[in-house]
């Protein structure tokens, strides 16, 4: 079989990947960019994740970082879970705010790696730094290869 081009592979399986994404679409993420190892996606602040003090709830935040860095690990076909995650909320995100958050792969050796993913606002201020592990299941495709041909 031949190889598959990397870019066209990471652009399969963020395509498949998305048709299943129910918590990414349900918040209004979009997928703006995807290569190997690397994510950005995007999401406008809505009422519904304010939290008591008016600005938006750091689980949403947290979960942007969480989405952009799914596609990011997953990119290589393999199918990678997040085995842990730190996140540092720098700034407040507030009503109208679009989110972009930018994950790139920092290492990725046998069934691990590691991801850092910049969570800004659309005036570039940072909102969150997120550090997530990743854990590959080997053998087990997001795309089925034979249909990459």
């Not at 395509?15 to 999401?43: C, E, F, H, K």
């Not at 540092?88 to 991801?115: F, I, K, M, P, Q």
């Not at 910049?118 to 990743?134: H, K």
Request: net charge neutral.
């Amino acid at each position: 079989m031949a190889e598959i081009d990397p870019q066209r592979l990471a652009e399969a399986v963020r395509d498949a990947m998305w048709r299943n994404d129910r918590a990414s679409q349900g918040m209004g993420m979009q997928v703006l960019a995807i290569g190997p190892g690397t994510a950005t996606l995007q999401m406008t602040v809505q009422e519904r994740m304010l939290n008591g003090h008016d600005i938006c709830h750091g689980g949403f935040v947290t979960t942007l970082a969480d989405s952009a860095f799914a596609f990011a690990c997953n990119a290589y076909n393999e199918v990678t879970v997040a085995s842990g995650f730190d996140v540092n909320l720098v700034a407040a995100a507030r009503l109208g705010d679009v989110l972009t958050a930018t994950a790139s792969e920092v290492h990725r050796a046998g069934r691990t790696g590691v991801y850092d993913i910049d969570v800004r606002n659309q005036r570039g201020e940072r909102v969150a730094a997120f550090r997530g592990r990743s854990y590959t299941l080997k053998g087990k495709h997001v795309v089925d290869p034979s249909t990459l041909t």
